[in-house]
């Protein structure tokens, strides 16, 4: 029995991953349950076995996303809010070296074309990134390391909302991540806060 549960634990991961490879690369409407059944070497009915409909899927890989970034906060809640705007820059850069687009960008770019309950997944998803980009910014102004007008809620939509244009500038100018981040530190007050790379 445990046997059998190891083994369709393991197939569905290697759909989700795969299924994941492909929407990052391709979006979420240009692939099939074909495209995943011809890379691993199953039949369709394998993968309705485990996500009986493309919308189960899509919003398995969504909701894997927002364990996936509930993680990520989390390790990085003994930073200071400097620090960890970094490594919110580091996100969309981790992408960018893939050659992948961001899961918040595709789904955002296709929103109006998916089923609604993706629709509503990607939205708690976004507003998680965006909320995490809010709250940086607002401890960053009470700890006195951030300085800049207006309010956290609309700083922390700007530097989402850069980011996520910075991506997409960065598929035809590798160097747009880096200029957009530290504009960004300058926009926040800080002198080198930005892509870091060695």
Same mark, same amino acid.
């Given at each position: 029995m445990t046997a059998d549960l190891d083994a369709r &634990?393991?197939?569905r991961k290697k759909i989700l991953d795969l299924a994941e490879t492909l929407l990052l690369t391709r979006g979420f409407n240009?692939?099939?349950y074909q495209h995943i059944s011809a890379e691993l070497g199953m039949r369709n009915a394998a993968i309705h076995y485990h996500f009986a409909r493309k919308t189960?899927?899509?919003v398995a890989l969504i909701e894997r996303y927002r364990r996936r970034f509930a993680r990520f906060i989390a390790a990085q809640a003994g930073l200071a809010p400097a620090e960890q705007l970094t490594r919110y820059y580091a996100l969309s850069d981790s992408? &960018?070296?893939r050659q992948q687009i961001c899961p918040s960008g595709i789904l955002s770019a296709e929103l109006h074309t998916l089923p609604a309950e993706m629709q509503q997944a990607a939205g708690a998803f976004v507003a998680e990134m965006r909320a995490w980009a809010v709250d940086i910014v607002a401890r960053g102004r009470a700890?006195?390391?951030m300085h800049y007008a207006g309010s956290a809620e609309g700083m922390g939509?700007?530097?989402f909302a850069a980011m996520q244009g910075?991506?997409?500038l960065a598929r035809f100018d590798a160097a747009a991540i880096g200029g957009v981040t530290q504009q960004l530190a300058a926009l926040l007050g800080l002198a080198t806060v930005g892509n870091n790379k060695e």
């Open positions: &634990h393991d197939t240009a692939f099939s189960d899927l899509g992408y &960018h070296q700890d006195g390391s939509a700007l530097v910075a991506l997409q």
